[in-house]
């Protein structure tokens, strides 16, 4: 589209990730025009961005690939358990050809401002290169972990070594062969990074704030149990993950922790440790580690076990043991070595909660006891989650001139964490209220895509323009979830689910914790009662139900 002109569209969607690209495909088979808008320079979203030493999938890759079209499937092998993040995006961009997305995807292009024209009902989005865009509805597609955190730590600016930022990490590559290096945040990027970091670095100090849990990956090919399970029946293996709690075709375990034997618990977990995977240890080990704090503690014990088992300084391993938060309830991460590694000489751990850093100054990090002269240091304190991408098209204003911030002032409210009231034939894809990043994500975009495309084409065949949740719907979804959050142990930690980690920003659990085949189920009977909690309008008369 030439710049002055405005581009015309019945769709636009933010974002060429997982999601942009797969709402391509299903728009533009539906028979809309459409473009996606990206700020990127090519398609992948988080896997163009987070390109950090060891960054991977620590979802199956068998299981973390899109499932609509069954050719795809068997056009494509994965090469390991684990994907890398290079496979990834290579799989991302081979989708993006072999569907012909490209075409429609405007590369390097920011979306703005957003704006809902009443008396046309249209979006206008404004653009930070070249026209803007003009669209019936509007879609954002932006991922839940794609707004970096700033680093919230004084004097970075002084700071004469290298800066990386883990989620922004720069796309030559970086050279760390013999540096002193620091890694900040022990969350999933550092603790897939710090093995790799530690093998080329003269020195790694890793300054840990909170320690979590990690499990090993024991990556390799995918687990031949695993494979022959999905080859044996395709479509049977998918749609049990459809219906699953997490989206990953595991049965709901139903045995609780106190009809086990400690032996049989401890055989249990080692079963599980010993096959690295997050959704079995989350899910299979006994039914009570997700709801009951008992039943929790267990698994904790256990994990903190295996940690004083691999690190060989009794203070270190005390430090990255965690005492703070439930098994599961922060996510938990998938690690190779990433223990073994503090017992590396030339790696050392800094406990923030002993020694809070005080600045970052020209020659390194200064905490209140000592100073770490260093050349580089590695940002991997996390992002703004699940709201700060959808935040930062600034403003986002529906109807009677009202804008997203100010109606989530007090926190994300939505409409099935897929639509928000006052804000007409706007969408998000994995937005707050949604099971997203409690899921495999594949699975959540896939339904999320189906569920709105297939509206969108039932709303124009009916011959309505638009359609807006109400606010009694809203009200309930919130209820709704808040019910459910009172049934699982998330809510007793302070994490990127709950806001917790960025300063200033609202406490409020933002995902669904209700499961994946429930929220389907939920999703599907508000269509199957006439699109209940939705307000229609156009054409074909008005409806509120
Ligand atoms: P996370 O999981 O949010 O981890 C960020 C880490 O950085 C975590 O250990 C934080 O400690 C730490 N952090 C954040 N801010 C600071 C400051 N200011 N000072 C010191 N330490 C800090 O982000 P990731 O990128 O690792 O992973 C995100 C998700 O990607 C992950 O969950 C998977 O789903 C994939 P805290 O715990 O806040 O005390």
Same mark, same amino acid.
């Given at each position: 589209a030439a710049s002055g002109a405005i581009q015309q569209v019945d769709v636009a969607v933010v974002g060429a990730g997982f999601a942009g690209l797969y709402l391509l495909h299903r728009l533009r088979k539906a028979g809309f025009s459409t473009v996606a808008l990206e700020e990127a320079g090519d398609v992948g979203g988080t896997w163009y961005w987070?390109?950090?030493?060891? *960054?991977?999938? /620590?979802?199956?890759t068998i299981d973390y690939s899109y499932t609509f079209d069954p050719e795809l499937e068997t056009a494509w092998t994965w090469s390991e358990k684990y994907a890398t993040q290079p496979e990834i995006l290579r799989y991302l961009g081979f989708v993006a050809d072999r569907y012909d997305l490209r075409r429609d995807i405007r590369f390097?292009?920011?979306?703005t401002e957003a704006k809902w024209d009443e008396a046309a009902e249209r979006w206008r989005l404004g653009t930070d290169n070249g026209a803007p865009v003009s669209c019936r509805y509007y879609i954002m597609a932006t991922g839940c972990l794609s707004a970096p955190k700033p680093p919230e730590i004084d004097g970075v600016k002084d700071f004469q070594g290298a800066v990386y930022f883990t989620g922004r990490w720069p796309h030559e590559g970086v050279n760390l062969a013999g540096k002193r290096i620091a890694v900040i945040g022990t969350g999933s990027s550092g603790i897939q990074s710090i093995p790799l970091i530690a093998e080329q670095a003269a020195h790694l100090t890793v300054f840990q704030r909170t320690p979590n849990f990690a499990l090993p990956a024991h990556n390799g090919p995918a687990p031949d149990d695993r494979m022959s399970l999905l080859q044996g029946d395709r479509a049977a293996y998918r749609e049990q993950a459809r219906q699953s709690m997490a989206g990953v075709p595991y049965p709901q375990q139903t045995a609780v922790s106190w009809q086990l034997s400690d032996a049989e618990r401890r055989a249990c977990f080692e079963e599980a440790w010993g096959k690295g995977d997050l959704v079995y240890i989350l899910t299979q080990l006994w039914a009570d580690q997700a709801v009951d704090f008992d039943g929790n503690a267990l698994i904790c014990d256990l994990i903190r076990e295996k940690i004083t088992t691999i690190v060989k300084d009794p203070e270190t391993a005390a430090a990255l043991m965690p005492h703070d938060h439930p098994f599961g309830a922060k996510r938990p991460c998938l690690d190779t070595n990433y223990y073994a590694t503090y017992n590396r000489p030339n790696v050392k751990l800094v406990n923030l909660r002993q020694e809070p850093i005080k600045a970052i100054t020209a020659g390194g990090i200064v905490t209140d006891k000592r100073s770490f002269d260093v050349d580089v240091i590695v940002f *991997?304190?996390?992002? /703004? *989650?699940?709201t700060g991408a959808i935040r930062a098209v600034h403003p986002i204003t529906g109807r009677g001139g009202k804008s997203l911030s100010d109606v989530w002032a007090q926190g994300p409210q939505t409409y099935l964490g897929l639509t928000v009231a006052g804000f007409p034939n706007f969408f998000m894809i994995t937005g707050p209220g949604s099971p997203s990043v409690l899921s495999n994500m594949a699975v959540s975009i896939e339904q999320h895509v189906d569920w709105i495309v297939d509206r969108l084409t039932a709303l124009r065949d009916a011959g309505f323009s638009t359609i807006e949740a109400t606010e009694t719907a809203q009200a309930g979804w919130g209820q709704h979830m808040a019910d459910c959050s009172m049934l699982t142990l998330h809510r007793l930690a302070n994490t990127w689910y709950t806001g917790a980690n960025v300063p200033g920003k609202v406490h409020a659990l933002m995902p669904y914790t209700g499961g994946v085949g429930p929220y389907r189920s939920i999703c599907d009977e508000v269509v199957g009662r006439g699109m209940l909690g939705f307000r229609l309008t156009g054409a074909g008369g008005a409806a509120q139900c």
């Open positions: 987070n390109r950090y030493p060891g *960054a991977r999938c /620590d979802i199956q390097k292009t920011k979306v *991997a304190t996390g992002f /703004d *989650a699940m």
